[in-house]
């Protein structure tokens, strides 16, 4: 997976992502710091409105959780 691409389904999937593409995506930002911080500056982002945001963005807190594990 390119980082285009991996950042193309974050961006249009923050509500619901189909598994295989958690897992594709999970496995690149393992691998590419460049997403990776991308994700983070996103993460941190949500979850600062989080409280204020509805609960469409639970792929994005899955990835999250997924990263932080282990
Ligand atoms: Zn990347």
């Known amino acids: ?15 619901a992502l189909d598994g295989r ?3 594709a995506v999970r496995a690149h930002l ?8 991308y994700l983070d ?3 941190k982002t ?7 945001l509805p609960p469409t963005i ?3 807190f899955d990835l999250h959780a997924a990263r932080t594990a282990g």
Do not use: H, P
């Open 46 to 52: 949500v979850l600062l409105y989080r409280r204020i």
């Open 30 to 37: 393992q691998t590419c710091s460049n997403c990776s911080a």
């Open 21 to 23: 593409y958690f897992e």
């Open 1 to 15: 997976m390119r980082c285009r691409e991996a950042v193309k389904i974050i961006a249009e999937n923050l509500g």
């Open 41 to 43: 500056s996103l993460e």
């Open 58 to 60: 639970n792929f994005l």
